[in-house]
């Protein structure tokens, strides 16, 4: 008797650590939803998706790229290669 009330005590918590796993889980999404929401103009940190707005060597106008570096000048990787623009000739991808 002792084991299976042990392993009963042991399924109840099972489902209550999943329950509070799966809420969790939903605050995470939430707040990742609002910070992808909340991007400002400009402003790009490691790992934002961009538009280049600028033509140059590597890449043309509407090409997209992830931002690798921000400085005073962004370095954006585009089509496997790494590029340099001003804040202004890149805007946040949707």
């Given at each position: ?6 392993v ?20 995470v ?12 103009p ?53």
């Open positions: 008797m002792n084991n299976n009330t042990s009963e005590n042991l399924t109840k918590e099972l489902r209550e650590l999943k329950t509070t796993v799966q809420e969790l889980t939903r605050q999404q939430q707040l990742q939803l609002k910070s992808e929401a909340d991007k400002v400009g402003i790009f940190e490691i790992g934002d998706r961009v538009i280049i707005l600028s033509r140059g060597l590597i890449g043309k106008v509407g090409d997209k790229g992830i931002v690798t570096s921000v400085g005073k000048r962004v370095r954006v990787k585009v089509q496997g290669q790494h590029t340099n623009r001003a804040h202004k000739n890149l805007k946040h991808d949707q």
